[in-house]
C-alpha cells in the first residue's frame, strides 16, 4: 500500500475547497464541504492510479510545502522570516 498525500485549499472567490494529490497527474477536484471533498479526491485518485496503471510506480514523489510571504512592493519574499532578493531576468 502507498501513502499519497492530498494538499486542500480554500478558495474564498467561490466558497470551495480545492484538492489535488501531488504526484498523480489528473487528481484534483472541488467540493462545498471538506468530508465531500475527502470522498471525491479518494475516487478520482483512484481512477488516476487505474488510468496509470504500471506508471503508477514511477510517480513523482511528494517532497514538502514551504510557505512564503510576499511583500506589498513585490521586490522581496520573506521565507520563515529571511529577506530574499528576486533573482532579476534580462529581456
Known sequence: MRELTALV???PATKLYVG???GVH??????????????KLTEVTELC???L?????V??????????ARSKSRER???RGTQ???????T
Open 9 to 11: 485549499e480554500w478558495d
Open 20 to 22: 489535488s494529490v501531488p
Open 26 to 39: 489528473g487528481a484534483r477536484t472541488i467540493a462545498s464541504s471538506l468530508d465531500e471533498l475527502i470522498e
Open 49 to 51: 492510479l487505474e488510468e
Open 53 to 57: 496503471g504500471d506508471e503508477a510506480d
Open 59 to 68: 510517480m513523482l514523489e511528494f517532497v514538502g510545502v514551504q510557505r512564503r
Open 77 to 79: 519574499f520573506s521565507a
Open 84 to 90: 530574499v532578493p528576486l533573482k532579476q531576468t534580462s
